[in-house]
């Protein structure tokens, strides 16, 4: 027995996908504090860096953010 399935229809994005970032944190297992540690890439550019501080990971998204169109491609 088989099922069809309807395709979902085309959705546009409800956000620009130009400003989506992926962030990957570090793990402690040590019990400390959380560090703010890790790697952020910038999803449509593929830039990215390696950050050691909440401010380093500020100061990379919007350096990138500042480099963009205003309008969404």
């Known amino acids: 027995m088989s099922t069809t ?5 085309q959705q546009t994005p ?11 944190f570090h793990s402690r297992t040590d019990g400390s504090s ?4 890790g790697r ?7 830039q990215a860096i390696h950050f050691d501080s909440w401010e ?3 100061q990379f ?3 990138v953010l500042q480099s963009l169109p ?3 491609p």
Request: no cysteine; hydrophobic share 35%.
């Open 56 to 58: 380093q990971l500020q």
């Open 70 to 72: 205003e309008q969404p």
């Open 5 to 9: 399935r309807n395709p979902t229809p």
């Open 14 to 24: 409800s956000l620009p996908t130009n400003r989506a970032f992926v962030v990957q």
């Open 40 to 46: 952020v890439e910038h999803v449509s550019s593929g």
């Open 61 to 63: 998204v919007a350096q």
């Open 34 to 37: 959380p560090q703010w540690a």
